[in-house]
Nanobody, 122 residues
Framework: QVQLVESGGGLVQAGGSLRLSCAASGRTFSMYAMAWFRQAPGKEREFVAAVRWAGAITDYADSVKGRFTISRDDAKNSVYLEMNTLKPEDTAVYYC???????????????WGQGTQVTVSS
């Protein structure tokens, strides 16, 4: 069982930066693939970034590649999303998720946080 709690969302101007954090409970945190998803109003939840065990392999959606960086600290049971050069289209609720096996699919993730709002003004 894994419980996830996100933090770090907020309001930022276009071109600005934010760092999201996700704190996880559970002794087996390091065994899970961790990901960030986002959901804008009226849209489906979409993949943003993922990091496999030990942080060895990362994956990004094309829309955020080069601007966002995902990382994990297994000693702290945490995963982070550094977001730079933010755009208004990045506005969404951002969710942290954990899965036994890496995937970009929402349905593959077993555990979810409650989400944190990111709003980028133009």
């Amino acid at each position: 069982q894994v419980q996830l709690v996100e933090s770090g969302g907020g309001l930022v101007q276009a071109g600005g930066s934010l760092r999201l954090s996700c704190a996880a409970s559970g002794r087996t945190f390091s065994m899970y693939a961790m990901a960030w998803f986002r959901q804008a109003p009226g849209k489906e939840r979409e993949f943003v970034a993922a990091v496999r065990w030990a942080g060895a392999i990362t994956d990004y959606a094309d829309s955020v590649k080069g601007r966002f960086t995902i990382s994990r600290d297994d000693a702290k049971n945490s995963v982070y999303l550094e977001m730079n050069t933010l755009k208004p289209e990045d506005t969404a609720v951002y969710y942290c998720a954990a899965a036994t096996f890496y995937s970009r699919r929402v349905a593959n993730y077993e555990y979810w946080g409650q989400g944190t709002q990111v709003t980028v003004s133009s």
